[in-house]
């Protein structure tokens, strides 16, 4: 099983996650791009038994603008790190960008209704969240 290891950008924090993620996807919803302050996330999915904290948990500080999505970040350089979706979901979003040798290949687009970067590369977009995830499960269109 492969472990993926990641960091904050000034590398006081890091991560491991064990073996694939249960899911990538690229993210367009409001609240992910205005938290990143990008025109999408890479969201890549894992469950919360595969994800440590391996050094710099006391910098590690989260904040929850809707309740059971808890986004952390290191406090020392405000570099991303994940979202807790474990209340609401039962995952974790480690950010792809953040794992080193990851070949982040995502399968579909969740919330595509809300781009501002229209991207044609023949994946799903679901105009909000799949059937399981409380969505509609609506396609819409490239």
């Known amino acids: 099983?492969?472990?993926?290891?990641?960091?904050?950008?000034?590398?006081?924090?890091?991560v491991e996650v064990d073996g694939e993620p249960d899911a990538m996807v690229v993210c367009h919803c409001t609240v992910c791009?205005?938290?990143?302050?990008?025109?999408?996330?890479?969201?890549t999915i894992f469950k919360p038994e595969?994800?440590?904290?391996?050094?710099?948990?006391?910098?590690l500080k989260s904040f929850a603008k809707n309740p059971g999505h808890e986004r952390s970040w290191c406090e020392s350089c405000g570099g991303h790190v994940l979202t807790d979706?474990?209340?609401?979901?039962?995952?974790?979003d480690v950010y792809s960008s953040i794992l080193k040798d990851f070949e982040f290949k995502p399968t579909?687009?969740?919330?595509?209704?809300?781009?501002i970067l229209p991207?044609?590369?023949g994946l799903p977009k679901f105009?909000?969240?799949p059937k399981e995830l409380g969505g509609s499960g609506e396609m819409v269109e490239e």
Not at 1 to 14: D, H, I, L, Q, R
Not at 50 to 58: A, E, L, T, Y
């Open 1 to 14: 099983m492969a472990t993926y290891e990641g960091s904050c950008f000034c590398g006081e924090v890091k």
């Open 33 to 43: 791009r205005s938290w990143s302050a990008s025109p999408v996330n890479g969201a």
């Open 50 to 59: 595969n994800f440590r904290v391996v050094q710099g948990k006391d910098k």
């Open 85 to 92: 979706h474990t209340e609401s979901y039962g995952f974790l």
């Open 108 to 115: 579909a687009h969740f919330n595509y209704e809300n781009t």
């Open 119 to 121: 991207m044609k590369d």
């Open 127 to 129: 105009k909000d969240f």
